[in-house]
């Protein structure tokens, strides 16, 4: 992962740019990284859009075929992806980190960074996945509604390498990415729970407009969200729900 790397400068979504890469011309080598040094229509999860510092932050989108993943256990790529990244960041950032479920990369109660991954399917497997993440690594200053977003330098008072960053982080993809290719899953789902935020505190939750407390018990295999509802049993959240 990562060894077919290609730098731009400006996209308008570096996930939409390998989309259309794959649609037009022969196929590419899994593992082909797209970095773009800008974007002006940078995507995230549930339409929402993604804001991105140019030539500060990273913003890039690798290409996975794990055509021996059937489409039920997609969640697992999610797994894998989240805690590649993680683990790549781990040596400067350390326990602090998380994963806030499904797959947005905390750092205390900040958002560091996120998860975009889109998949073409081909029967009940997936031919081929898109996985866009976008971390805030150099920014400095966040504006007014970016909520509670906070970046490495702000942690770290420190500039990183983007680039050098990148292949670290491919490096991490790879080394889980592999293990799902092992079918060693339950290596992977163990060590997502373990990094999982809020995992066993309680904590409100907002469902169809009512809060409630709860604690995260734990994922299911398909990646639902299980809540415990104190003495009402518990409450699924499916990946669209939250
Ligand atoms: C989220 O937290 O909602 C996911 C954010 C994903 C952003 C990355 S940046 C690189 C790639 N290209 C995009 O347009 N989105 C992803």
Redesign the pocket.
């Known amino acids: 992962v990562g060894q077919n790397l290609v730098t731009i400068k400006e996209v308008?979504?570096?996930?939409?740019?390998l989309k259309t890469l794959l649609s037009n011309s022969k196929p590419l080598p899994e593992g082909t990284a797209i970095m773009?040094e800008s974007?002006f229509?940078?995507?995230?999860?549930?339409q929402?859009k993604?804001h991105?510092e140019p030539g500060k932050?990273?913003?890039?989108?690798i290409l996975l075929t794990p055509s021996f993943l059937p489409v039920l256990q997609q969640f697992d790529l999610t797994r894998a992806i989240s805690l590649g990244v993680i683990e790549a960041l781990n040596p400067l950032l350390g326990d602090r980190l998380k994963i806030k479920w499904p797959?947005?990369?905390y750092y205390d109660d900040h958002?560091l960074?996120?998860?975009?991954i889109e998949t073409h399917l081909q029967g009940d497997r997936i031919k081929d996945a898109i996985i866009?993440?976008?971390?805030n690594i150099n920014q400095e200053h966040f504006e007014e509604g970016a909520g509670n977003a906070i970046s490495v330098k702000q942690i770290l008072q420190k500039d990183y390498d983007l680039r050098a960053l990148l292949l670290e982080i491919c490096g991490h993809i790879e080394g889980y990415y592999l293990k799902l290719k092992a079918g060693k899953s339950l290596f992977v789902r163990n060590a997502y729970l373990n990094r999982l935020y809020w995992l066993n505190e309680a904590r409100n939750f907002r469902s169809d407009g009512e809060t409630f407390t709860g604690t995260i018990v734990g994922v299911k295999d398909e990646g639902v969200l299980v809540v415990e509802h104190n003495n009402l049993g518990t409450r699924e959240f499916s990946l669209k729900q939250i």
Do not use: M
């Open positions: 308008d979504s570096t996930n939409t740019y773009a974007q229509a940078g995507r995230g999860q549930q929402n993604w991105s932050n990273l913003t890039f989108s797959n947005d990369i958002k960074g996120g998860i975009l866009g993440i976008g971390l």
